[in-house]
């Protein structure tokens, strides 16, 4: 099985949302995702898709996002984003697409590797952090923490893959609440997006840090195309 990540489809079939609007690069921008998809990705593969799923605001009008999404060869497991305002219960999502599984306040595993995550938030000394913002904030902790020991208590896992939607650092501010999990945990993997932009993308915190590999997976980064992600031996 390999393991794939990509972030920030926006997808909007159902509401004819142009993305051009945001660059020529993002022109019929779900082609590319879908050609790269298929090409590298087969039925027993698992991909993760971090946040900013669909523009929808109702699960009526994201149903003809995730039904596509569904259809793409793998398994996928989606957790929420900023803009992903459709987001229901679990007890109304789980189940409901045969080849996706949605992650909050829990994990997915498939043949040994399960994914944890958290939708995140901004960080604690960012620019217009707000004394509200820090509920939040702790609250995706507690989110990641309890998805990471519901993974760690499971005897079939042999690695914990973690997803988050915001990025869990920066260059600028390399620990916190979430980096002190993810080493806690001896977490090797970490994947994020919700950036779009060469100056967020010049401070993104990339690579190996502090014994975690982070990688950038917003698609706009990755030239619409998915990242795999090392598993197993490869880690």
């Known amino acids: 099985m390999k393991l794939f990540a990509i972030s920030d489809l926006h997808l909007g079939f159902s509401l004819n949302k142009p993305m051009h609007i945001f660059g020529d690069n993002w022109t019929n921008h779900y082609m590319k995702i879908k050609v790269d998809w298929y090409h590298r990705v087969k039925q027993d593969d698992l991909v993760i898709v971090a946040g900013d799923i ?4 109702r699960m009526d009008e994201a149903r003809v996002d995730l039904e596509w999404i569904d259809a793409l060869p793998g398994k996928k ?6 803009h992903d305002y459709w987001w229901q219960s679990m007890a109304k999502m789980q189940g409901t697409y045969p080849n996706i599984s949605f992650i909050l306040n829990n994990y997915y595993a498939e043949k040994g590797v399960a994914v944890c995550g958290s939708r995140g938030w ?5 620019d217009g952090f707000l004394d509200e913002d820090m509920k939040v904030y702790l609250r995706e902790v507690q989110r990641l923490e309890r998805s990471l020991r519901l993974a760690k208590d499971d005897p079939t896992v042999e690695q914990i893959v973690v997803a988050f939607h915001y990025p869990p650092a920066t260059i600028h501010s390399p620990q916190n609440e979430f980096t002190e ?3 806690e945990f001896s977490i090797k993997q ?10 967020s993308w010049n401070q993104a915190i990339r690579g190996e840090h502090g014994g975690v590999n982070y990688h950038l997976v917003s698609c706009d980064f990755t030239d619409f195309r998915l990242v795999e992600i090392p598993v197993g031996d490869d880690d």
């Open 181 to 183: 999990l993810l080493q």
């Open 77 to 82: 497991v989606l957790i929420k984003g900023n």
């Open 190 to 199: 970490v994947v994020y997006g919700h950036l779009h932009d060469k100056e």
């Open 122 to 126: 901004i960080l604690p000394g960012s």
């Open 54 to 57: 669909s523009w929808a605001m």
